[in-house]
Nanobody, 127 residues
Framework: QVQVVESGGGLVQAGDSLRLSCVTS????????MGWFRQAPGKEREIVAA????????NYPDSVKGRFTISRVNAKNTVYLQMNSLKPEDTAVYYC????????????????????WGQGTQVTVSS
């Protein structure tokens, strides 16, 4: 079993930056590919960033590419999501997710690919 805990959400203004953190425990962190998702009211959950076990591969949708950066520090069992130039449409609950992967360089962008989820952290961007 893997526990996933996000932190760092809050209320910011458009154009501001925010960094989310996600700490995992319970199993060897380096065995897990990680992802950040978000879900706005009335919308489906969507991927915002994915990172491989090694951290060497990342994946972003066009909506956040160039503004968001995912990274991981394996020694701290932590993955980060740096969000810059935030827009009101980025407002959502952000979730961190983990999945065991045999592929050290693989990234996963579907919510169905992930086994373990955090409770979510709210990000609100005012205009």
């Amino acid at each position: 079993q893997v526990q996933v805990v996000e932190s760092g959400g809050g209320l910011v203004q458009a154009g501001d930056s925010l960094r989310l953190s996600c700490v995992t425990s319970g199993r060897t962190f380096t065995l897990y590919a990680m992802g950040w998702f978000r879900q706005a009211p009335g919308k489906e959950r969507e991927i915002v960033a994915a990172i491989s076990r090694s951290g060497g591969s990342t994946n972003y949708p066009d909506s956040v590419k160039g503004r968001f950066t995912i990274s991981r520090v394996n020694a701290k069992n932590t993955v980060y999501l740096q969000m810059n130039s935030l827009k009101p449409e980025d407002t959502a609950v952000y979730y961190c997710a983990a999945r065991a992967s045999l592929r050290i360089g693989g990234t996963y962008t579907s919510s169905e690919d992930y086994e373990y989820w955090g409770q979510g952290t709210q990000v609100t961007v005012s205009s």
